[in-house]
C-alpha cells in the first residue's frame, strides 16, 4: 500500500484577520493593520505546513476579494487549497484585532453569514481520506449552518478511514445561541476523535453543568477545578484516548487511560497570545505524526505556543521545526 498523500487536514472556519501595526494604541487611533489569515482550524493547517506536513484546508469562502486574499496566502504557505469550497454570494469572515501587551486584544468579528458554515457533506466527501494521514478538527465548526452537519460526517468519514483524529474545543461563545448548546454538541462529538484538546475553560465549558460562567468570559471557579479534572479523566475509555488539558503558564496535562503527565511551559515576554493554542496544537499533532511520545509532544507543542507570543501576529508568526528545536534548545530541551 502507497504512502498518503496528505498529512493533515484541517476543517472549519477561515478569516481574513487585520492585525493593528500600532502596538499598545487603543483601538480608535490605530493607523494601520497588517492582513494575514485566521481561524483556528485555517491556522493549524498553516502552522503544521510550516512545520513540514502536507495540509488540507477544507473550509469555505465566498466568491469575493477577500476569498481571493485567502487562497493566494494559503497557497503561498504551502496549504492545499482543492478543497476550500468557494460559496457564490456569501462573504468571506473578517476579523480586527487591537494590540495591547500584555492581556489585552480586542477583537472585532465580521461573521454574520460566512462562507465557511455553509460546507456541505458533499464538500467532504470531495476530500480523499483514503490518502491522508489525519484530521483536525473545530468545535466552533459544529455550531452554525450546514457545516455543523458536514464537520460530524467528516468524524465519522475520519472513523472510517481509521485516520488519527484530533478535536480542538475551540470554543468561541458568539457563535452559540445557548450557553448549554456548546456542551451537549461537544459531548456528541468526543467518542468519535482520538484527541481532545482545550483549556480548561474550554472543557468547562464543555463538560460542567453551568457553562454560562465561561460563556460570560469568567475563569474557571477555584473550587470546581476537583470536578472539572475528575470530569475530564471519565471522557477516556469513551473512544477518546488522548486529552490535552491546556493550562496556560502552568502548561499541559496530557491525559491519558490510567495516566497524568504535566508537562511545564516555557517562560516568555508576551507580545501577543491570539493564535498561541493554534501554534500548540500544530506543534501537538506534528509531533505525534512524527512518532514522539507524549511528554515530548507536549513539550514542542508548548515551545510551538511559546514563541508564538513574543511575535506580533497569528499566522505570520507560527514558527518553522528549526525554530522550534533551536528555541527548545536554549530552554532546557524536549
Known amino acids: 500500500m502507497s504512502e ?3 498529512d493533515l487536514v484541517t476543517m472549519g472556519r477561515v478569516n481574513m484577520d487585520l492585525y493593528a501595526q500600532d502596538i499598545g494604541a487603543e483601538f480608535a487611533d490605530i493607523t494601520g493593520f497588517d492582513a494575514m489569515v485566521g481561524g483556528s482550524p485555517s491556522n493549524i493547517a498553516i502552522a503544521t505546513s510550516r512545520l513540514g506536513l502536507q495540509s488540507i484546508a477544507l473550509t469555505g469562502v465566498g466568491d469575493d476579494r477577500v476569498g481571493e ?3 493566494r496566502y494559503f497557497r503561498d504557505e504551502g496549504v492545499d487549497t482543492d478543497y476550500v469550497a468557494i460559496k457564490p454570494g456569501k462573504l468571506t469572515s473578517l476579523a480586527l484585532l487591537g494590540v495591547q501587551p500584555p492581556s489585552q486584544f ?8 460566512p462562507a465557511d458554515i455553509h460546507l456541505t457533506v458533499a464538500d467532504v466527501d470531495a476530500v480523499p481520506f483514503d490518502e491522508v494521514r489525519s484530521i483536525q478538527l473545530s468545535g466552533n465548526a459544529f455550531s452554525r ?8 460526517h467528516a468524524a465519522r468519514r475520519a472513523r472510517e478511514f481509521d485516520m488519527l483524529s484530533f478535536l480542538d474545543l475551540d470554543l468561541r461563545p458568539t457563535d452559540w445561541d445557548h450557553a448549554r448548546e456548546f456542551g451537549i454538541t461537544i459531548r456528541s462529538i468526543l467518542p468519535l476523535v482520538d484527541v481532545a484538546i482545550g483549556t480548561e475553560e474550554e472543557f468547562y465549558a464543555a463538560l460542567m453543568s453551568d457553562p454560562e460562567i465561561i460563556m460570560q468570559g469568567e475563569p474557571v471557579p477555584a473550587h470546581r477545578h476537583d470536578e472539572l479534572n475528575e470530569r475530564v479523566e471519565a471522557l477516556l475509555g469513551r ?3 488522548a486529552i490535552a488539558l491546556k493550562r496556560g503558564p502552568r502548561g499541559v496535562s496530557i491525559l491519558l487511560d490510567g495516566e497524568r503527565i504535566d508537562v511545564p511551559g ?3 515576554d508576551v507580545v501577543n497570545t491570539v493564535g498561541a493554542g493554534d501554534a500548540f496544537a500544530a ?7 512524527a512518532g514522539m511520545e507524549w511528554y515530548k509532544a507536549a513539550r514542542f507543542a508548548n515551545a510551538c505556543g511559546a514563541i508564538e507570543v513574543t511575535r506580533h501576529g497569528c499566522s505570520a508568526a507560527f514558527p518553522t521545526e528549526t525554530e522550534v528545536m533551536a528555541f527548545a534548545d536554549d530552554h532546557g530541551g524536549l
Open 4 to 6: 498518503p498523500s496528505y
Open 69 to 71: 486574499f485567502v487562497l
Open 106 to 113: 480586542p477583537l472585532s468579528f465580521y461573521r454574520e453569514d
Open 145 to 152: 449552518g450546514t457545516c455543523a452537519d458536514a464537520a460530524r
Open 239 to 241: 473512544g477518546v484516548s
Open 266 to 268: 516555557f517562560r516568555v
Open 283 to 289: 506543534g501537538l499533532i506534528r509531533s505525534r505524526l
